[in-house]
Nanobody
Framework: QVQLAESGGGLVQAGGSLRLSCLRS????????MAWFRQAPGKEREFVAI????????YYADSVKGRFTISRDDAKSTVYLQMNSLKPEDTAVYYC???????????????????WGQGTQVTVSS
């Protein structure tokens, strides 16, 4: 089994920054690509960013490109999401996700991921 646990959410003013962390535990060797999704109230869960198992490939949603950075430290079994220049529309529950393979296909699809965390709330005030 694989467990994912997010942390680092909170309340921040517009223009501020937050860094989210996602700690993997259990059979961590079963997890390759890691991603972040988010879900705002009344909206569907949406893709935010993904980092490949090697760290060599990263993709972002257009809405966060240039403001968010995803990274991974496999020595710490942790994936990060550095969020800068936050906007009120970034308010959401942020979820960490992992999948048991690496590849560029379908990375923005919820169904492409095998493992999910419980989420951490990010609130950006105007």
């Amino acid at each position: 089994q694989v467990q994912l646990a997010e942390s680092g959410g909170g309340l921040v003013q517009a223009g501020g920054s937050l860094r989210l962390s996602c700690l993997r535990s259990g059979r961590t060797s079963s997890v390759y690509d890691m991603a972040w999704f988010r879900q705002a109230p009344g909206k569907e869960r949406e893709f935010v960013a993904i980092v490949s198992w090697s760290g060599g490939a990263r993709y972002y949603a257009d809405s966060v490109k240039g403001r968010f950075t995803i990274s991974r430290d496999d020595a710490k079994s942790t994936v990060y999401l550095q969020m800068n220049s936050l906007k009120p529309e970034d308010t959401a529950v942020y979820y960490c996700a992992g999948r048991g393979y690496s590849g560029s296909g379908g990375y923005s699809l919820i169904g492409a991921y095998d493992y999910w965390g419980q989420g951490t709330q990010v609130t950006v005030s105007s």
